[in-house]
């Protein structure tokens, strides 16, 4: 599942290279689209920019993968409302962060999603990513969440194998366990998670599908290769603040424009050549 990032272009979403990307991504196999999560630019994006991202994807998509609309805030008043307009926009899932800088409790959290899972009928991943959102949401909080009937996944960034085997023991039977750290994928499918909600393969659509492919039937050994293979790319995928190398890949790729929300600037000169030599490496360019 690609987290898409959204294509700029004068200041403004550009819907033209968005479809394009979403048509790419689609042939190139990959098994859902996840509009407008944080590599979509959610931060910088208001509103209205946010719903026609999900609105487009849902209408380029038209049914060929399911769109996960990114509908997570840190006020649980905005949550809901990005959870309806989301909804309304023809999302066939949402992707709900956990509320960024007010570091909730656990109490807090579980109520936070327990509010937003009644609200909707649609299926709801969880979405933990300590390091940017300043709180973590626990295992024991996670089976709690995982009784509600529309929670049907986790996307678990912390890329703590250790958690992931806790989480999967706990919760697995509820809850699919989905990795949202692409360096530790390929070890989170040997421990029972169920996919991977994937930067690198905003750049690499085809492999990464193939890796998951790979893996769910059982040929550890090709996926084991892929893994190793797009390892370089990963790092410097991340290397400077996502999702500046990613769109710098493909902007040298001829796919969308250079452009980013501030405070994310483009990547430095050095990094820039180094991702130059690695798409040459993958046969990307």
């Not at 990513?129 to 709180?135: A, F, I």
Request: proline share 5%; net charge negative; aromatic share 6%.
């Amino acid at each position: 599942m690609t987290a898409l990032v959204t294509p700029m272009r004068d200041g403004k979403v550009d819907f033209d290279a968005h479809g394009r990307l979403v048509e790419w991504q689609i042939a190139s196999g990959i098994d859902a689209l996840v509009a407008v999560g944080t590599t979509g630019e959610s931060a910088t994006l208001d509103f209205d920019e946010h719903i026609a991202v999900i609105a487009h994807t849902v209408k380029v998509a038209a049914g060929r993968v399911p769109v996960i609309a990114g509908a997570g805030g840190n006020a649980t008043a905005e949550a809901l409302e990005l959870t309806r307009r989301s909804a309304e926009a023809g999302a066939d899932a949402l992707l709900h962060v956990t509320p960024y800088y007010n570091r909730p409790s656990q109490d807090g959290l579980f109520r936070h999603f327990e509010a937003v899972a009644k609200s909707t009928t649609l299926p709801i991943i969880l979405y933990n990513v300590p390091t940017r959102t300043g709180c973590d949401l626990l295992p024991d909080t996670v089976a709690r969440l995982a009784a509600i009937d529309n929670i049907v996944a986790i996307k678990e960034a912390t890329g703590n194998l250790v958690r992931a085997s806790d989480l999967i023991a706990r919760s697995g039977n509820q809850v699919a366990v989905i990795s949202g750290d692409d360096a530790t994928a390929f070890p989170l499918y040997a421990i029972g998670g169920k996919g991977v909600i994937s930067v690198v393969s905003n750049v690499a659509p085809a492999r990464m599908a193939e890796m998951w492919d790979a893996a769910a039937a059982g040929n550890w050994s090709r996926a084991r290769e892929i893994h190793y293979s797009l390892r370089v790319l990963n790092q410097l995928l991340f290397a400077e603040p996502s999702p500046a190398p990613t769109k710098a890949c493909l902007h040298m790729m001829g796919r969308i424009g250079p452009e980013l929300r501030a405070p994310i600037y483009p990547v430095s000169a050095a990094l820039a050549e180094q991702l130059r030599a690695e798409l040459v490496v993958q046969g990307l360019l």
